[in-house]
């Protein structure tokens, strides 16, 4: 390889999703010569970020605070946005993971939250309320904002990555697509480059943003277990670990929770519900804490109520998977159908059932007709009616059957009766590099890897069983930004 094939660039980057382009955008602003290698073509590009709804999670003081990043909407002024502390974020990953995350990458995340979104504002992305999806309006037209995270950015995931794309060629980081990387270059125990069949590239730094392994089914059934080999996989196709095992090969260790993954409620009838580019997140199924949900046996299986549903959603997927079947049904009666979010629930080519009855709904689903008409009966007579139904608060109106539902516990009554088909969708695996909190590759003996970064859904550590809305586009806001800074 000649000279100028070895100064080609000063810092690659491994994986074009939302994380290797902070890497990049960062490194670039220091003023280091960055190539950026997108396993993916053109068209299909974007990594799991392009599948998102935008959702991120940030600290702030309440709207005064966010709205020097939001567009302007005229709904601002009938807007309530709690504020939300970094005390209250650190709390919910800490809940919402059992104590099992890392603290310490917890708290650099958090703490960099709000000006990890300032920093890509002022570089041109542009932010919204979610409206349509945090907010329940009051009876006097006020939209009131729960569960944390209120923020996303515009036009979701395609919008991110698009913005991203601009934001690199204003840079001049250049980007090449049909990049897939084979193997880490190593030179006295540093990493100096990557190789892509033939092919190699010099950098003085690497940074792998390549994702998890929630699209390799052979990975899924090893480490996550028998079964999550037949998981739907909600985003891109092309995070299959490779550039994780190719880490571990030159001796990083490996980081967080390899046992669990983020994987949700996820539309089981839609003929294409894998891998979808054109519906992205219109395939998720989050509005069960308003309804309950059965197996093929009729029976509940779980508290829809036990939390918001940000707090829950990413580990229902499991849940349903393990059922008769692997597949579930979301049942919901006139009144709580009225308030889904029709984002998901009207979906284009959704096709529920429908019927005038539980016993006609139980038929049309085919579900034990009796076993099911006696979980709604139950359920119906347990509810705690001294309590009044509110969606924006944990209102502890419960069922108290077997599962309890803790909360928004409102009886299925109200003909029609509507049912949709739920199976397992994973997201991403929480398991993969251990890095430190400026986003180095560890080895086995703790010591960074010199010229090796992580971010993104590579590195492991800061998620286990579970996750809160929003959690993963800040953390790769903010381990990519400091990749970068380094790289």
Known sequence: MGEADVREAEVVVVGGG????????????????????????RAHAGGNSYYTLGSTRLVHDGLDDL????????????????????????????????????????????EGSRDAVRWLHSLGLRFRLMYDRQAHVGPDGTFVFWGGSHVSNVDGGPGLMSVHEDIAARLG???????????????????????????????????????????????????LGDGW??????????????????????????????????????????????????????????????????????????????DFRNYTYAKYGKVILEQPGSVAFQVFDAKSRAMLAAYEYEMPGIVPFVADSV??????????????????????????TSRPFDPTIKDGRSATVEPVKSNWASAIEAAPFYAYPVTCGISFTFGGLRGDVDSRVLDQS??????????????????????????????????????GALA
């Open 18 to 41: 939302n994380a290797g382009y902070c890497a990049a955008h960062a490194a670039a602003e220091r003023g280091r010569r960055v190539v950026l290698l997108e396993k993916a073509p």
């Open 67 to 110: 709205i020097a990043v939001l567009e302007p909407d005229e709904r601002h002024a009938r807007t309530e946005v709690p504020p939300y502390s970094a005390a209250e974020f650190l709390d919910d990953l800490e809940r919402v993971t059992g104590g099992r995350g890392d603290k310490e990458l917890a708290e650099v995340v958090v």
């Open 173 to 223: 980081i250049e980007v090449r697509y049909d990049s897939a990387v084979t193997g880490l270059i190593t030179e006295d125990g540093a990493v100096v480059g990557v190789r892509m069949g033939e092919e190699e590239l010099r950098a003085e730094s690497v940074v792998i943003a390549s994702g998890g392994f929630e699209a390799n089914p052979q990975w899924r059934q090893r480490y």
């Open 229 to 306: 080999q037949n998981a739907k996989v909600r985003g891109t196709p092309y995070n299959t670990g490779d550039l994780i095992h190719a880490a571990l090969e030159i001796g990083a260790d490996r980081g967080g929770d390899w046992s669990t993954c983020h994987s949700v409620p996820w539309d089981a009838s839609f003929p294409e519900n894998e891998s979808n580019r054109e519906l992205t997140n219109r395939l998720s199924r989050y509005g069960y804490p308003l309804g309950i949900v059965v197996n093929r046996l009729g029976q509940r299986f779980f508290d829809e109520g036990a």
């Open 359 to 384: 016993e006609e709904l139980a038929a049309a689903m085919d579900v034990d007709v009796d076993g099911f008409a006696r979980t709604v009966r139950e359920f119906n007579a347990s509810i705690d």
């Open 446 to 483: 703790g010591d960074p890897i010199p010229g090796l970064f992580a971010c993104g859904e590579t590195l492991g550590g800061l998620f286990s069983a579970n996750y809160p809305t929003g959690a993963g586009l800040i953390a790769g806001m903010v381990m990519g930004r400091r990749a």
